[in-house]
Structure formats: structure tokens, C-alpha cells
């Protein structure tokens, strides 16, 4: 009898609760030795790629908890190194009032930060407040020192693939660069954890040094709330400040909301489903209400109405993140992020089991009104699986945080030419790129022409380019002759280039047909498409 949804879920997740108990034995009452030690990664990680930016107050009371932070590093990164599989960033701020950036968020810099973490030395910082708002805002918003009271530049870059993470460990309120706690320092602060949310949790360390403050809970608390993250009080005296941080950089739960590539997608990736850029998931309407689909209006409020699934494999729970909608000229082969414009973005977007639609108005639709469209879910908790590179196919077919929907409704009149345009990209290094016509439902009844301008048509004939099911019309425009499929093998494009074409189809009756339209690689890998709904009205 086949096993039931929840029931490979609930066997999913007690799998998962059984890998960690075994990697992750109970944390030991003495602290560990000083000397790093060698662990090797498992065969699978519980919390996948992570980066973490540790942001410690070094003023004169921490100096207990520094010091238990010293004694427990290598145990720390050890840690890190077992729930990431061995595939880890690290990064070091320190604060007073001012902010230091010790370590840059890179990878294999653990005995640059062990050493920075063994040498910091707790003293200075005045009066109460320091300035964890702003190393905060340095780690989050990656800057860089000019214009502020901090030494050295934030430039780490946080990956879409990993679970990211802040430990905070500080005993005082924010009180900015001016050594001052007030009401705008707690805006402020919390302005931190918006600006962090469904991006990089914060794992908050509080160590009531003077005792417990009401106020700096609420801190605190309002930092891993929102993010995602986790608070912890620790003890007064420091003594378990460094098993503190371990148990905080546990919190990996994840979350796995995705959106279909196509209509048999399960949210299991990479997959071989094709064609990837006809998402089922987005659709575009007049209105905020629900339609069958429509191509955006130019100069008017379009809706882009996205539908979200949990759970897909690699988690379970209700996720939540922000959806982010943009869009780049119809055609094939868009390098991300360079050829994609951000339309606009639904925050905080709660997802519960089962599906959930959310619409994002999309105000002002430039012309000429024909796009592809992509939506990325960006979550703390989901991250994405497979790290993003210019290839926006690649990074679609291996993310299934990730959906590409290239789908033009062409109405016709039988005798009357209608035009669309088709740009051709390329996200490879110099290399050739193939265009093919395929018609999944059978053959337009008409013609199809398309114009490659003289620029690519003289490329194509100088590099001795193919045609096959083409045949030349005049110096840069070719007619389909094979309804089925047609190709041009061998175009010359280079990464930072970008062609129109213009397609031309003439119906010569009633008709209702689909015609897709897609660049290949060398090797006929897919490198993304339009699907042209063609239809006579």
C-alpha cells in the first residue's frame, strides 16, 4: 500500500531528528580543550552550506564571557564544520562604541578567526550603551569604513545556498555611534532585524552582566523574533557563553516552499522536466482576481499572481519569506542577475502547508509589453539549494526557490502579419548558441519568418552557421519551413551581448497552435525560451 504524504513526512522528519541527535551528541558540562581538532564532515549535513558572522561587545564587563567564548571556539567551529557538512563561511565584528570587522565573511578562514576570537581583549566602552545596532548594520548591509567610526570593510558576500547567521553576544542596549541608549536607538535596532528578515537570522546572546534588564530582553528578543533566530539568555558570570552560541547555531530548521517549473514538478531538483520556463505557477491578469492568463498591459497595473507550495522535500513547517518578481526582455538565455529588472516584492509572506497564492502588482508596465518573467522566494529558513551563477536556466532547474514563465498569447488574423520580439542572450563564455522552433501540438497553419538583423545574420554566415528546417528570404530574415522542429546551429553571441530578433507569424487560417521558441548550448542544453500561445481572433 503506497505510504501516504504526512506519512513520508513524519518518517522525513524523524530521520533527520535521528541524523542530528547522532552527529550532534550532547554538549559536554567542561569546556573543551583549546586545541583545534579534526572533524570530518559528514555524509550529510543537518543544516547544509552555512555562513555566520559572529558580532561580539569586547568592552571591559564581557570579559568573563570573552573569555569562555576563547576557551569554547574550537569547539564552536567544530560544530559549525559538522552541521554544514564541512561547507562553511565565518566572519568577525567586534564593538564598543565604535566596530571593528576582525574577519571578513569568507570561507576557510577558521584559524584566522579562532586567532582573532583568542585575541580579543575586553576592555573600554564608557558608558552603558555600545554600538551593537550599528556592527549589526555593518555584518547585515555589508559596509564599508569610509564615513563611519569603524575599522575595515564588510565586503563578504552572503550565499543564496546557505543558511546565514549573526551571533550577537553583547550584555548593554544599542546606543548607535554616540554612546547614548534613547528611543531612536530601539527604532534603530529593530530596523536592523527588518532589514535582516527572511535574509540572515540573528541569534541573540544576552549576558546579564549587571542583571537582567527588561528593556535589552525586549532587544533581544525583537532581533530573533523577527529574523527568525533564536534568544538566549546566558549566564551572568559568562561561564556558558560558548555552549550558548553552539546551541544557537543548531537552529537550521528548514523550511522547502516552491514554486513548479512545470506541471509534474514535485519541488525535487534538478529535474528532467521540459521545458523549465513555462512555469504553471504565474500567470499575469488585468485584475487581482484569479484568470486564465494574459500578456501584461503596457502603461497600465498589471497583476502577477504567484502560487507557492509547501512542503517540497527538503523540509517541512509553514515557511516564511519574502517573493520577489522581475522581468527582462522576451527571449532566451537572460544572464541573471545583469538582464532581470525587480518589479516588485510581497514581504513577510507567510506559507502554510498546502498552497497559497499572492498577487504582486506590477504598476507602470513598460513597453513593448512581451516579457519573461521570473518570482524568487527568499527565506532564512529556505534557503536555496544549489549556488546561483549568470545562468538563469541553471539556477532555475537546480532551485526549486526559483520559477521562469516565457509565455506570449498571440492573437492573429488570418492574412495579417503580427510581430513579437525574441532576444537572444548568451550566459556562457564566447561560445555558440543554437535558436530551435519546435510545435509540441503540431504545425502553425501559416508562416513564420524571423529577422536576426544584420548584425547576427552576418555573424551566422561568417562563422558558417546551419540551418536546418530554415530556409534564407533575404540578407537577415528566414522562414520556418519545417513545422515540426527547425534550427539554427552555430550563432555567435557573447555574454554581455544582447540581440533582438523580431518573429513574424501570418496565419493563412483559423488556427490554434503553440510554438516554442528556445536557445540551446553547444552540447543542446536548454538555455531557456518563450512559448508563443498563437491563436486566431
Not at 200 to 222: C, E, F, H, R
Not at 310 to 339: C, D, F, M, R
Not at 498 to 523: G, Y
Request: aromatic residues 6%.
Amino acid at each position: 500500500m503506497p505510504t501516504s504524504s504526512s506519512g513520508r513526512r513524519r518518517t522525513l522528519i524523524a530521520a533527520t531528528a535521528a541524523m542530528v541527535a547522532a552527529v550532534l551528541p550532547a554538549l559536554p558540562a567542561a569546556a573543551e580543550p583549546a586545541v583545534a581538532k579534526a572533524v570530518p564532515p559528514p555524509a550529510a549535513s543537518p543544516c547544509g552550506p552555512m555562513d555566520i558572522t559572529f558580532v561580539i561587545d569586547d568592552t571591559g564587563s564581557m570579559g568573563a564571557a570573552i573569555a569562555n567564548i576563547k576557551t569554547g571556539i574550537n569547539s564552536i567551529i567544530s560544530d559549525v564544520a559538522t552541521l554544514s557538512g564541512g561547507d562553511y563561511k565565518l566572519g568577525l565584528v567586534s564593538f564598543k562604541d565604535n566596530v571593528r570587522v576582525l574577519n571578513d565573511l569568507a570561507a576557510g578562514n577558521q584559524v584566522a578567526v579562532t586567532a582573532a576570537v583568542n585575541a580579543l581583549a575586553a576592555g573600554g566602552g564608557g558608558n552603558t550603551p555600545e554600538a551593537s545596532d550599528e556592527a549589526l548594520n555593518t555584518a547585515i548591509n555589508n559596509l564599508p569604513a569610509l564615513g563611519r567610526p569603524q575599522v575595515g570593510d564588510f565586503n563578504g558576500t552572503w550565499r543564496s545556498n546557505a543558511t546565514k547567521m549573526i551571533v550577537l553576544v553583547t550584555d548593554a542596549p544599542p546606543g548607535g555611534f554616540d554612546d547614548v541608549h534613547a528611543p531612536v536607538d530601539v527604532t534603530n535596532a529593530h530596523q536592523r532585524a527588518l532589514e535582516a528578515q527572511n535574509r540572515i537570522k540573528i541569534n541573540s546572546v544576552y549576558v546579564p552582566t549587571g542583571g537582567v534588564s527588561a528593556p535589552i530582553v525586549s532587544i533581544m528578543q525583537d532581533y530573533a523574533t523577527t529574523t527568525g533566530g533564536v534568544y538566549t539568555l546566558a549566564a551572568a558570570n559568562g561561564s556558558n557563553t560558548a555552549t550558548t552560541i553552539q546551541q544557537s547555531l543548531r537552529n537550521c530548521r528548514r523550511t522547502d516552499v516552491f514554486i513548479r517549473d512545470h506541471g509534474a514538478d514535485t519541488g525535487v531538483e534538478p529535474h528532467g522536466l521540459n521545458p523549465i520556463w513555462t512555469s504553471p505557477d504565474i500567470t499575469v491578469c488585468p485584475t487581482a482576481a484569479p484568470c486564465a492568463g494574459a500578456n501584461p498591459v503596457v502603461g497600465s497595473t498589471s497583476y502577477i499572481h504567484v502560487r507557492l507550495n509547501n512542503p517540497g522535500p527538503n523540509g517541512s513547517g509553514t515557511g516564511t519569506g519574502n517573493l520577489k518578481l522581475y522581468y527582462t526582455a522576451q527571449g532566451g538565455a537572460a544572464v541573471w542577475p545583469t538582464h532581470w529588472t525587480h518589479i516588485n516584492t510581497a514581504f513577510n509572506v507567510s506559507v502554510p502547508a498546502g498552497a497559497t497564492s499572492v498577487v504582486v502588482p506590477w504598476a507602470g508596465v513598460p513597453g513593448p509589453g512581451h516579457f519573461c518573467l521570473l518570482a524568487r522566494w527568499e527565506s532564512a529558513t529556505d534557503p536555496m539549494t544549489f549556488a546561483e551563477g549568470p545562468n538563469t536556466l541553471t539556477n532555475t532547474r537546480n532551485n526549486n526557490n526559483i520559477a521562469w514563465r516565457n509565455v506570449d498569447s498571440v492573437k492573429v488574423t488570418p492574412g495579417q502579419p503580427t510581430t513579437r520580439p525574441f532576444t537572444l542572450a548568451n550566459p556562457n563564455p564566447r561560445a555558440l548558441t543554437n535558436l530551435v522552433f519546435t510545435a509540441p501540438e503540431g504545425p502553425f497553419t501559416g508562416k513564420v519568418t524571423i529577422d536576426l538583423g544584420r548584425e547576427l545574420a552576418a555573424r551566422f554566415k561568417a562563422n558558417g552557421g546551419k540551418l536546418e528546417g530554415v530556409r534564407q528570404v533575404d540578407e537577415t530574415r528566414f522562414e520556418i519551413v519545417d513545422g515540426k522542429q527547425a534550427r539554427f546551429v552555430g550563432l555567435v553571441i557573447d555574454p554581455k551581448e544582447r540581440f533582438e530578433t523580431k518573429l513574424e507569424f501570418t496565419a493563412t487560417e483559423q488556427t490554434r497552435a503553440v510554438l516554442r521558441v528556445n536557445q540551446t548550448d553547444e552540447k543542446n542544453e536548454d538555455l531557456g525560451g518563450v512559448e508563443f500561445r498563437l491563436t486566431t481572433g
